[in-house]
Structures are given as structure tokens and as C-alpha cells.
């Protein structure tokens, strides 16, 4: 342990020294406007470009006042964060400004000016909006009462400027270790992108730089001179928080996975389909090891990883399976991704080829394919308790041919405590009408029992 410890501050420091004497010569030089303002305005498409961006993104660097009034030499000589916090220095570029819709692919926060009572967040990214975690729905009515709370809703960020705080009732994270009060953006993805992909598959710290994202379908492939970032910058093996030095390090890398390269939309018409390939749930595991063991006091127990293969039955449901009642679904269009799988690969050339949001690839699960901890969860926040991708609290997630809302006249303990509007956001927009009039749950997208 102690030696690990030792291995990893020394590459650190060998990392940032690196870092420091190649900054001026080559970010600067590649990207002439790259102080903070200038990317609001210039070249949003490219900030991290699958590395670390231009340092004053996100640091107060000497000789830049531009983001916090006049600087002074001696403060301004540290790398201080422009931002309170680490998760409060990622959302001035990644909350979506007031009013905002989708038009920034990154924007994976909705405004606070746009939460108002009864209006959902408007983000509607993979990962989910974090704007969830500030809806609180309480309800009563028919002798059902009950409350689902923001903080159960995602995971919650701690970032002070924007009034994001820490799990009030979640220290840690079930079935691991890591303290709630040290989770931010930086907890999952390396700030400076350091984790990349070689031509290979394998996830490095060294090795030549990402010369670009590895995230998207139109990422170029890594060659011999080259790499690409980790899947959305994901920390792996041996990462740790600097502010956080008493945590373990991760002992498992980032997934295997490719998203399409338009993500933030409705889908109304066609879904998002990321391409997911494998090691999600291992890469959850690095904060959540147990939540599979069966000693683990949870009550939901459920195979979930690289060697969850899906049953030939359980195959045959999710291609069969539309709604509640109606089995006459195809593999050639069964995918939903409300209930997305993995395909047991790390072949990004079949990742590529399946990731799509124009409907494209809607294949169902076939062969290797496998449940992870993203077919139930979504990885950032959801509309739902528990970060589900749908309501598992409720018997019905469609009433009377509607999303159930307090505006519609739908049983309290149905609706709880959400509109109409917020309910078919927490279903990316799809029309009802895709499901049964009285649809149940989404787990009979690979069970089939009503
Ligand atoms: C996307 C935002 C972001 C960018 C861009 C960025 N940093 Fe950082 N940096 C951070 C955050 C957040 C921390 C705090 C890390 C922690 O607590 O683990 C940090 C910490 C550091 C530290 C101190 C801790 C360490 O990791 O050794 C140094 C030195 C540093 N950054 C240098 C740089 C340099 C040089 C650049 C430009 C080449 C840069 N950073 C670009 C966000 C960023
Ligand atoms: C100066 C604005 C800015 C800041 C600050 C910033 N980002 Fe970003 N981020 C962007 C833009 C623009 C994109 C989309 C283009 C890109 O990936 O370079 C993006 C994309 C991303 C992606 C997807 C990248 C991929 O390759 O799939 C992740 C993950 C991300 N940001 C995380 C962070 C985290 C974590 C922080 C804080 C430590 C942060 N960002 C701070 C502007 C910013
Ligand atoms: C618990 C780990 C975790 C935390 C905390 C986290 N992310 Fe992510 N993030 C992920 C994962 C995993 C994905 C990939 C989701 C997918 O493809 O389904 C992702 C995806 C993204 C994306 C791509 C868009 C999307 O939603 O799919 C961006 C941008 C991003 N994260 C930025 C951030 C920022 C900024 C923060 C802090 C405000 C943050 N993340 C906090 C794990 C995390
Ligand atoms: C860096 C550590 C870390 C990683 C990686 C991580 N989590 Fe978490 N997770 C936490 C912490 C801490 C909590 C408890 C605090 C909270 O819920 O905000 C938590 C809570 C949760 C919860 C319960 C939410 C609630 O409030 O009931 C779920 C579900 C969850 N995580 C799923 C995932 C999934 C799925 C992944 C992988 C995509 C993942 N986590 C990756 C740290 C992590
Ligand atoms: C088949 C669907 C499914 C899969 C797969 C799944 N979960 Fe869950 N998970 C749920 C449901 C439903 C709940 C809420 C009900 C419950 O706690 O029993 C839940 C609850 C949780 C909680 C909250 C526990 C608590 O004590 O509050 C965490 C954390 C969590 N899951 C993490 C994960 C991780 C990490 C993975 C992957 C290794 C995963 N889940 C895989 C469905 C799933
Ligand atoms: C992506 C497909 C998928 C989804 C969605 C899914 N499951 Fe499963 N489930 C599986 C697989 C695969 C198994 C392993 C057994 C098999 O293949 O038949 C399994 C097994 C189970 C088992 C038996 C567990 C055991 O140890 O034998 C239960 C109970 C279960 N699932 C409940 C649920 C519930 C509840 C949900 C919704 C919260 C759910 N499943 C969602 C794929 C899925």
C-alpha cells in the first residue's frame, strides 16, 4: 500500500512538472484564444478536447484577471480554482444559462431560474440532469402518503456556488467507502483528462497525448503516435482526489463505450443510443464494490457486470417486449434506451457502428450482451428515487393512456407529487402512447411478466 501511495505521488508530480513546462509551448500555441471568456463565445465544441484544456478554464493562472476582477501576484501565482469548489468551477461552463434548452450538448444542469414548482429540468443528456436533485415532491391523498426527496435523486455534487450540497442522508456511498461529503465532478472524471485510450483498448496515464475526445462516434482511433480520451474523461486505476488524500484509489478503468455525437435531445422520434461496450459496472464498483454482495443490506440484490450475460430468455423478452401486454416486438428494432444493456465488447468498431440518435442501429441485445448498474441507473441524476431511470416505486408509470401527474387527476400515490410535464421529461419526451394505458414497470423489458 505504502508503495503504491509512493508510486502514484512521485508519477503525479512527474505528471504536472510535464504539464507545466509543455503548457505555454503547446496548449498556447495550438489554441491562441484560449483564455475562459474567449470559449464562451469562440470555440464551445473544444475545451478539453479528450485532455486537459487550456489551464485558465478552470485557474486563476498568473497574469489572467479576467474571471475574478484584479488579481494579485502572490494569489495569482498558485493554481487556485475559479470556482468555490472543484464541482462549482466545472458548472460555470457545464449549468446551462437561464431560459436555456438543449442548444449545448454539454450542458448536464438545468438553471435554477428554470426549476420553478411543477416544471421539469430540461437537460436531457445520458447521464441525466442534476437540476433533479433540487425537486422535492411530497404527497398525500387516499390514504398514500409519502415523499421522494432531491437529494435521492442523483448524485449529489457538492458545489457551494451553486447550492448544490452534500447526501444529507447518505454518508457514504452504499456499498463502499467514499465519503458523500467529498463527491463532485472530479470525484468521476479526471480533471485533466490524464486517462486516455491507446490503439490497443487500454486505459494509460502516460504514453503519447490525446489528441482529441474518445467519447463520440466521429472520435478519430487511436494509432501507434496517438491516444484519445478516456470514455467522458473517467478516472481509472489509482486515482485519487488531491483535497481527499485518505480515500482509496480506483482499482478499475474507465468502461468501454461510445456515445453519439448529438446527446443532449428529446426522443420523441428516435432514441440516444450510447453504445455501451463493457466495465460500467465494474467502474461503478470503484465506490460501490458490495452492492452486489448478498451481505449487503439491500433488498434488491441483482446481477449486474461484464459476466451478468443476458439468458436466452431474458434475450428473447427484451426483443419481444414493447408494453405492458404486447410481446410482438423484433430484435431488429427492440432497443429502448430507458433499459439499455451492454454489448460485452470493447471492439469500438462495433461501438461506433451501434451509437447513434437518428435511428440507425435499434437493435435489441443479441449473443454476449449483458445487464450493468446503466441499464436500471442513470449516472448522474434521474426524476426517480435512487437515480432509476424510471419510477420503481410506483405500480404504473402510464395511467389511463397518460404519464401520471397531480394536474391530470391521476392517484396521488401514482402521480407522487410530480407533473405531467415532469414525469414525460424523466421519459426524454417520449409520447405516452409508446406504452400500455397501463404500463407497469421497465424491469419486463427483460423479465416479461406484465
Ligand atoms: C477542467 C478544469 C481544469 C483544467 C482545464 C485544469 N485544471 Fe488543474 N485542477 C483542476 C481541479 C478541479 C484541481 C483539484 C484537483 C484535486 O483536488 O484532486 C486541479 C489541480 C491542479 C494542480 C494541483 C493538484 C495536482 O493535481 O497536482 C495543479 C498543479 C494543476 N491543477 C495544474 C494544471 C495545469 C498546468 C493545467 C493546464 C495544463 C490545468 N491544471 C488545467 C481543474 C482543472
Ligand atoms: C471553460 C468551460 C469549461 C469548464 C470550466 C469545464 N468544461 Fe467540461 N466541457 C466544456 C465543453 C465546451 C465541452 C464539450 C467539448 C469538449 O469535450 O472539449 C465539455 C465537455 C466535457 C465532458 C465530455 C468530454 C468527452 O470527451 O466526452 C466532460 C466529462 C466534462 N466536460 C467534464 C468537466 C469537468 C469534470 C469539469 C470541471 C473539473 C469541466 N468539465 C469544466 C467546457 C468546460
Ligand atoms: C458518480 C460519478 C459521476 C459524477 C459525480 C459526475 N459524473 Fe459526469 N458522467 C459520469 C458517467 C459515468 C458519465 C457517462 C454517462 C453515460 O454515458 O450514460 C458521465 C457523463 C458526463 C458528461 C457527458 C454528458 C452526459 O450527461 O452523458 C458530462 C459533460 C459530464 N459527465 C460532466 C460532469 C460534471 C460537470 C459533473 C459535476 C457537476 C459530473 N459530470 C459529475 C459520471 C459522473
Ligand atoms: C467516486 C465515487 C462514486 C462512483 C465512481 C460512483 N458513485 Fe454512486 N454514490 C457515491 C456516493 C458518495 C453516494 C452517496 C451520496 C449520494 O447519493 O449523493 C452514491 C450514491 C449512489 C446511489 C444512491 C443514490 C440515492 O440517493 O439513493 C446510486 C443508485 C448510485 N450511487 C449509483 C452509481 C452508479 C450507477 C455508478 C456508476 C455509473 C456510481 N454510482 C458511481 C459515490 C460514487
Ligand atoms: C436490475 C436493475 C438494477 C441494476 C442492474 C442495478 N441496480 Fe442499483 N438499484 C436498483 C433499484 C430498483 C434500486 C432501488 C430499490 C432498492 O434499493 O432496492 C437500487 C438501489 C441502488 C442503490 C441505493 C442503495 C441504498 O442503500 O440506498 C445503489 C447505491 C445502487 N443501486 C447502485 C448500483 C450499482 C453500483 C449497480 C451496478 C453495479 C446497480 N445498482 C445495478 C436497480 C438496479
Ligand atoms: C437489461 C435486462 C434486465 C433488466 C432491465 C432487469 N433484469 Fe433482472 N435479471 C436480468 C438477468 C440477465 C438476470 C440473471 C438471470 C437470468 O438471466 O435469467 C436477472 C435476474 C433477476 C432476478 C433473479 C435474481 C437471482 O439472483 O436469481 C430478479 C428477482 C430480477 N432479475 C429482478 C429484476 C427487477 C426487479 C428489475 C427492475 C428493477 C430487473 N430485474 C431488471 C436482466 C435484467
Not at 503548457?23 to 478536447?49: D, G, I, K, Q
Not at 498558485?78 to 466545472?90: H, N, Q, V
Not at 455534487?157 to 456511498?173: H, P, Q
Not at 448478498?294 to 459476466?307: C, E, F, L, Q, V
Amino acid at each position: 500500500m505504502t508503495s503504491m501511495l509512493c508510486f502514484r505521488s512521485i508519477h503525479l508530480i512527474f505528471d504536472r512538472l510535464l504539464l507545466l513546462a509543455v503548457m505555454p509551448l503547446t496548449l498556447f500555441a495550438a489554441a491562441p484564444c484560449a483564455s475562459a471568456s474567449s470559449f464562451f463565445t469562440n470555440r464551445p465544441e473544444l475545451f478539453h478536447n479528450g485532455g486537459t484544456g487550456p489551464c485558465d478554464g478552470c485557474h486563476l493562472v498568473k497574469g489572467t484577471s479576467a474571471n475574478r476582477g484584479a488579481t494579485d501576484d502572490s494569489a495569482s501565482a498558485s493554481f487556485e480554482l475559479i470556482g468555490s469548489d472543484p464541482s462549482s468551477t466545472c458548472l460555470r461552463c457545464h449549468q446551462a444559462p437561464a431560459g436555456g434548452g438543449q442548444s449545448m450538448d454539454h450542458y448536464i444542469a438545468s438553471n435554477p431560474a428554470d426549476l420553478a414548482g411543477g416544471s421539469p429540468p430540461r437537460q436531457l443528456t445520458p447521464g441525466g440532469d442534476f437540476g433533479w436533485l433540487k425537486k422535492n415532491y411530497r404527497w398525500s391523498g387516499n390514504g398514500d402518503k409519502g415523499e421522494s426527496l432531491g437529494e435521492r435523486h442523483g448524485h449529489n455534487i457538492v458545489a457551494i456556488d451553486f447550492n448544490y450540497g452534500a447526501d444529507a442522508t447518505l454518508s457514504m456511498s452504499p456499498g463502499g467507502t467514499y465519503p458523500s461529503s467529498a463527491l463532485s465532478c472530479i470525484s468521476c472524471h479526471d480533471p485533466h483528462g490524464v486517462y486516455r485510450r491507446s490503439a490497443d483498448g487500454a486505459i494509460g496515464t502516460s504514453g503519447p497525448p490525446a489528441i482529441s475526445s474518445g467519447s463520440y462516434k466521429s472520435s478519430p482511433d487511436p494509432d501507434v503516435a496517438s491516444t484519445v480520451g478516456s470514455y467522458r474523461l473517467l478516472a481509472g486505476k489509482e486515482y485519487r482526489l488531491k483535497h481527499f488524500p485518505g480515500g482509496s484509489p480506483f482499482t478499475a478503468d474507465p468502461p468501454a463505450a461510445v456515445a453519439p455525437d448529438n446527446y443532449n435531445r428529446g426522443e420523441s422520434v428516435t432514441d440516444t443510443r450510447v453504445a455501451y461496450g463493457s466495465g460500467m459496472s465494474e467502474w461503478c464498483g470503484n465506490c460501490h464494490a458490495l452492492i452486489h454482495n448478498n451481505n449487503y443490506p439491500n433488498t434488491r440484490i441483482h446481477p449486474s457486470g461484464n459476466g451478468a450475460k443476458l439468458s436466452m430468455s431474458v434475450t428473447a423478452n427484451y426483443n419481444f417486449y414493447i408494453a405492458s401486454g404486447n410481446l410482438s416486438g423484433s430484435s431488429s428494432s427492440s432497443y429502448t434506451s430507458m433499459v439499455p444493456f451492454e454489448m460485452g465488447t470493447d471492439d469500438y468498431r462495433e461501438l461506433k457502428e451501434a451509437a447513434n440518435s437518428n435511428g440507425s442501429d435499434k437493435r435489441g441485445p443479441s449473443g454476449n450482451a449483458n445487464v450493468m448498474c446503466l441499464s436500471c441507473h442513470r449516472a448522474h441524476a434521474s426524476g426517480w428515487d435512487s437515480i432509476t431511470r424510471s419510477n420503481e416505486r410506483a405500480e404504473f408509470l402510464v395511467y389511463n393512456g397518460r404519464y401520471p401527474g397531480i394536474d391530470n387527476g391521476a392517484p396521488s400515490g401514482i402521480a407522487q407529487g410530480r407533473t405531467e410535464a415532469e414525469v414525460r421529461k424523466t421519459f426524454y419526451d417520449r409520447p405516452a402512447a409508446l406504452y400500455a394505458s397501463y404500463q407497469r414497470s421497465l424491469c419486463n423489458k427483460c423479465h416479461a411478466k406484465d
